[in-house]
């Protein structure tokens, strides 16, 4: 089997078995951060350490699946790669949900504190 024939059916049997499952890992990351980004006021290092947790179960069925297509080659490297630009893109996702979440409108300064009455000396 030639190299070219090799990479196509090393290819197909990635769209096939292992992307869909990386999307679904993918998706349910953003998922989450979009949530929690919204309604936590948690720093957003914490906020994407719970979404990895939250998607645990679909990245190791993406992990299973990519390690069986590698038939026992180190991926470990290439996944703490994707793990890692995956959390660089939560985090760039956080401060975009932040900065557009509408603020609370501001109160009206208060009126300056009028100095109490003074008392009134007897001569």
Known sequence: MSVDEQTRQYQDRFDQDVAPLMKDWIFCLRDKVRVLAVVSSEAAQVVVRAAFAAC??????FEEANRRLMAG?????????????QSDQMMLDIVKLRAARPRAPHAPPLPPASAPPKPEQSI
């Open 73 to 85: 080659r180190n991926i470990d490297a290439s996944f703490a790669k994707l793990e890692s630009d």
């Open 56 to 61: 645990n179960e679909q990245e190791q069925k």
